[in-house]
């Protein structure tokens, strides 16, 4: 008969086991995401000549904060309750350059056929009493393992510059008070929240200003022929004449 001390090695080495395979599940979810955003970007630097995704962070959640998670909410402690129950295990930041970048990023990425919408919490739209803003999406993803395929939970955040600058303080400070923040530094840090919008505001009408401008700049390119340093006028009814000529 196996000794008890040689048969709890063993439970421990096949839990052991079954929690790197949980863990690296999630890794390849994370990269798999990444990869995504990733093209999505090169894709529109190369067809827009613009880049939506000023830049892009992730961490997956470690098997401590899983367990205090589950504790907290008086949840059954295994890896079928964290798959069900922590669906922010891998989470993914993606930080834009104006607040309409935010919506086309999430927009595109919803629509790819092997990504499903979750959950959606819009705290741009409707902001936190303390003036958080960020777009929340849990995503679920195929990952194709050697022996089975999983469906795993992604959360993927996105902000603007100014909203995840002011969000990187707030947590700072929250964290130096261990949650006790004094009433006056909260009104301050609602206040910052404020004037962030307000930057926001400003950066996304002034970038609306650009795109117009850039837009009839386009138009009239349209109408000439550059050869060499010379430009050639072209008609606009010789245009649209050779238009229909080539749509036919």
């Known amino acids: 008969m196996m000794p008890d001390q040689s048969k709890s090695m063993i439970k421990l080495n096949e839990v052991r086991t079954e ?10 979810a994370m990269d798999e995401m990444n990869t995504k955003l990733n093209i999505l970007r090169e894709e529109f630097q190369f067809i827009h000549e613009y880049n939506p995704i000023e830049h892009i962070t992730s961490r997956i959640k470690s098997p401590e904060s899983m367990l205090k998670k589950l504790q907290r909410k008086n949840l059954p402690i295994s890896i079928d309750s964290i798959k069900e129950n922590v669906k922010d295990i891998v989470g993914i930041r993606v930080v834009c350059s104006f607040i309409s970048d935010i919506y086309t990023i999430s927009k595109m990425i919803q629509q790819q056929k092997d990504v499903k919408l979750i959950e959606e919490k819009d705290y741009i739209k409707d902001p936190k009493e303390n003036g958080y803003k960020s777009l929340h999406l849990i995503l679920a993803i195929p990952v194709f393992m050697s022996d089975r395929e999983e469906e795993v939970y992604v959360e993927l955040q996105i902000r603007t510059v100014a909203m995840d600058f002011w969000a990187s303080l707030e947590h700072k400070i929250y964290y130096k008070y261990n949650g006790d923040i004094p009433n006056h530094l909260t009104g301050e840090i609602t206040e910052a929240a404020r004037v962030a919008n307000e930057l926001d505001m400003k950066m996304e009408k002034l970038n609306k200003e650009v795109d117009e401008i850039k837009r009839k700049n386009e138009e ?21 004449t050779l238009t229909n000529g080539y749509l036919k």
Request: hydrophobic share 40%.
């Open 19 to 28: 929690l790197t395979r949980f863990m690296i599940t999630y890794k390849f």
């Open 220 to 240: 009239e390119d349209l109408n000439y022929l550059q050869i060499n340093e010379e430009k050639i006028h072209l008609p606009i009814n010789f245009l649209k």
